[in-house]
């Protein structure tokens, strides 16, 4: 699905991603670790255009590293920001209606669905978005990327700062989001979310991957995490 | 001073919704775009300058239809073919192509027409007063005027507010990254905004120019007074644009309309200078004259006490 090789990003002159390479095949959740600042938010963003990437970005077959974000959109690749980026001054149904590409509904995901599933965003349909809670911006933030009905998803840290019922809620929504045979690219820093969902994961560290294996494998790679995750 | 307040409002309203059309599409530039568009008075000017030329030829209705069309195609191949390749070296690149563009158009404008004020006149239909209050006329073309300008703020809201492009519009203020990450060609919505904001400005210039006359240094004019409505309302906000628009027309009309000044004031304290005193400019000022500063008094105020402006919002 996503086959990304040698991928280089620069902000300003200091040189983040240097020569990143991984895969996540269709359907597949694989998760991006690593501790903050090693790179991980950067390779995504590079992923979508948002920052200027060097390399091989291939998706679904096609080289799309330096296309315009909206075309990348468009190809299928759904995209979930660290800082969830909710529409304030429009309604939660607004924000969800901006989700879709066209205006007629179509795919995987309905809003009526989205409500049927988070009876919360459904009572708040008509409030601005800015006036909901960091929790229910991440579920709409998601939701909203659904509504566009990618066949893969690039999350950024989606439970960062959330209380653990909302987690459990993301982490339900992740796994409904798999089922439907979306692939799905997690950047977590939580190691216990991320070793619970994923097929697969890669660590990074000083802007490259450093390590991938499964789940099970870094369980007993007990030198892997506390070289490359724990603090 | 019945009459007074009645024909200051009137005119203030006319002034002010007069700079509204040049403000809301300046605020959405800039909030949408990051760039602040310091030639968008100079498309009010081309506004009126073909408004002019082509009244010459097929009267002032053909104008009124065309100037701003041709001003809007000229505003979006400007930010087709030259803002979008500025943009690639930052926001000060951006602006600097924006200054100098607005000193383009002027040499433009004075190469075509000439340095001296055109003879650009109002429509025989509307040359009759609209009515007559306290033996005061309201001429038919203010009425006008006002009326276009009700006219396009009543559709902008429409567009904005209703519309699929107008939330799109709304959420690219906020943040126009993830408006593209979820498939919207924020390019061309960047492109058609543009188009359509100095296409607002013609036509502002193309019912303007025959009141406050069309001449070189319209734009140098206007324009300072727009960036001090948008700044004033809060950089990126529409409501804020129209309120402080139409605060700082009514201000400058009534500044002008009220005849008093410093003699009046003195004069509650019983105090008197003799005309010789060499501070007289100063014991005799009047708020006619200082009209023309107000907007930029307050400009200053609002910086020092709300930088944010009255409806903005604080930048993250």
Not at chain 1, 71 to 100: C, D, S
């Amino acid at each position: 699905m996503l086959e990304v090789a040698d991928l280089n990003a620069w902000y300003g002159k200091s040189h983040v991603l240097r020569g990143v390479s991984f895969a996540v095949g269709g359907g597949e959740i694989v998760s991006l670790l690593g501790r903050n600042g090693v790179g991980r938010s950067t390779t995504v963003k590079a992923i979508m255009g948002e920052v200027h990437p060097e390399g091989l970005i291939r998706f679904k077959g096609e080289q799309i590293a330096g296309r315009p974000s909206y075309e990348i959109a468009r190809r299928g690749l759904g995209y979930v920001p660290e800082n969830r980026e909710i529409f304030p001054t429009l309604t939660v149904r607004q924000n969800l209606l901006l989700g879709m590409k066209s205006t007629s509904p179509s795919g995987r995901w309905s809003i009526k669905e989205v409500f049927a599933m988070f009876p919360l965003l459904a009572d708040r349909a008509e409030v601005p978005g800015g006036a909901l809670s960091g929790g229910e911006q991440q579920l709409l933030s998601m939701c909203r990327t659904l509504m566009g009905d990618p066949d893969m998803v690039l999350i950024d840290e989606p439970t960062e700062g959330l209380a653990p019922k909302i987690v459990e809620q993301v982490g339900d929504l992740l796994r409904e989001i798999a089922s439907r045979g979306v692939a799905i690219l997690l950047v977590e820093q939580k190691l216990n979310i991320a070793l619970r969902i994923s097929n697969r994961l890669y660590i990074m560290g000083q802007g490259q991957v450093v390590w991938e294996g499964t789940p099970e494998s870094l369980k007993q790679a007990n030198e892997v995490r506390a070289e490359w995750l724990e603090v | 001073m019945p009459e007074i307040l009645v024909f200051a409002t009137l005119n203030g309203l006319v002034t002010g919704l007069l700079l509204f059309m040049l403000a809301s599409g300046l605020t959405l530039i800039f909030s949408m775009m990051g760039v602040l568009n310091f030639a968008h008075a100079s498309f009010y000017m081309l506004g009126a300058y073909f408004a002019y030329s082509i009244s010459l030829h097929f009267g002032y209705w053909t104008g009124l239809i065309f100037a701003p069309v041709i001003v809007g195609i000229i505003g979006a191949l400007v930010e087709r073919y030259g803002l979008r390749r500025v943009h690639q070296h930052g926001h000060v690149a951006e602006l600097v192509f924006t200054f100098g563009l607005a000193f383009l158009i002027e040499e433009v404008v004075q190469f075509f027409w000439g340095p001296d004020t055109k003879n650009y006149q109002t429509p025989e239909l509307l040359n009759f007063p609209l009515f007559t209050l306290f033996g005061q006329e309201f001429s038919a073309y203010r009425g006008f005027m006002l009326a276009i300008s009700i006219g396009i703020f009543i559709g902008l809201y429409q567009v904005l507010t209703r519309s699929r492009v107008g939330l799109i519009i709304q959420a690219a203020i906020t943040h126009p990254h993830m408006v593209a990450n979820l498939g919207h060609n924020v390019p061309l919505i960047f492109t058609a905004v543009f188009g359509v904001g100095t296409a607002l400005a013609g036509l502002a210039g193309v019912i303007a120019g025959p009141v406050l006359t069309t001449y070189p240094g319209m734009a140098l004019v206007l324009g300072s007074i727009v960036f001090v409505v948008v700044v004033i309302g809060g950089l990126g906000s529409l409501p804020g644009a129209l309120l402080a628009s139409l605060l700082i027309g009514l201000l400058q009309s009534y500044a002008i309309a009220v005849d008093v000044g410093m003699p009046e004031l003195l004069a509650v304290f019983g105090l008197e200078f003799p005309r010789d005193h060499p501070l007289d400019d100063l014991w005799t000022l009047n708020l006619t004259r200082i009209a023309p500063i107000l907007p930029f008094l307050l400009l200053v105020l609002v910086l020092i006490f709300r930088p944010t402006g009255l409806m903005g919002k604080r930048e993250q």
